[in-house]
């Protein structure tokens, strides 16, 4: 099983619908990254969460970090084409966070987004 | 402000040869960290460098290597290339010295073993 689990898998939506990916980790979670990728390319950095219950906006994308639950979740307002690609959580697995840089990432949630 | 670089951008090999990929680094950072990612899947963590050796590594072989140059540029080395080893090879660089510092992610190597 995978340590950091997306949902969903993917995800087509109508242009100006909302939507929500989440990201779990099996292990404690001392921070949280997002990236999104278009596809065959590389990471754009999206938002970093490193405090329970941070929540961190970039244009209509907010990301929260739940350390309680281990849990993470990226939310779309209003999508756009440009919005589409593939999702990304990664996170520092190791012992208590000390991975000095080892992500440990998601397998993606891909996003389609209809105009 | 240049982003992280890499080279080449698609590349052919056959089982068992060897190839070597190159990163620069983002201006300003001194640590690279080499991915691989597989279709369909998230990127895999291979290794990190820091002042010029190895800190972390995955679980990939042996057949796996690397270098940092002084100038913090990197090289991925593969040999005895696996049909298994085709994927989108992925550099990011970060600065170094805080374990948590964010990754940024070079546009990546396509490297395809027949």
């Known amino acids: 099983s995978q340590e950091l689990e997306q949902s969903p898998q993917s995800l087509i939506v109508q242009e100006g619908k909302n939507l929500t990916i989440n990201c779990t980790s099996s292990?404690?979670?001392?921070?949280l990254y997002w990236y999104k990728q278009k596809y065959g390319e590389g990471l754009i950095f999206l938002m970093m969460?490193?405090?329970?219950?941070e929540e961190k906006s970039h244009e209509k994308i907010t990301a929260k970090l739940d350390e309680k639950k281990q849990q993470s979740s990226l939310h779309i307002t209003a999508s756009q084409p440009s919005h589409a690609g593939i999702y990304l959580c990664?996170?520092?697995?190791?012992?208590?966070?000390?991975?000095?840089?080892?992500?440990?990432f998601g397998q993606g949630t891909i996003l389609t987004v209809h105009p | 402000d240049a982003g992280v670089t890499q080279s080449p951008t698609h590349l052919i090999k056959t089982r068992g040869q060897q190839v070597t990929l190159r990163c620069s680094p983002k201006?300003?950072?001194?640590?690279v960290s080499w991915y691989q990612q597989a279709l369909g899947q998230g990127p895999q963590f291979i290794f990190q460098?820091?002042?010029?050796?190895?800190?972390q590594r995955g679980n990939f072989p042996d057949r796996f290597s690397g270098h940092q140059f002084p100038n913090y540029s990197s090289e991925l080395n593969v040999n005895a290339l696996l049909l298994g080893d085709s994927a989108l090879y992925l550099c990011?660089?970060?600065?170094?010295?805080?374990?948590?510092?964010?990754?940024?992610f070079g546009p990546g190597t396509r490297l395809t073993v027949l």
């Open positions: 201006s300003g950072h001194d640590t």
């Open positions: 292990k404690t979670l001392y921070g």
């Open positions: 990664g996170a520092p697995l190791g012992a208590g966070g000390t991975s000095y840089g080892k992500l440990t």
């Open positions: 990011a660089s970060s600065l170094g010295g805080v374990g948590t510092d964010t990754q940024y």
């Open positions: 460098y820091y002042e010029e050796e190895e800190r």
């Open positions: 969460l490193q405090k329970g219950g």
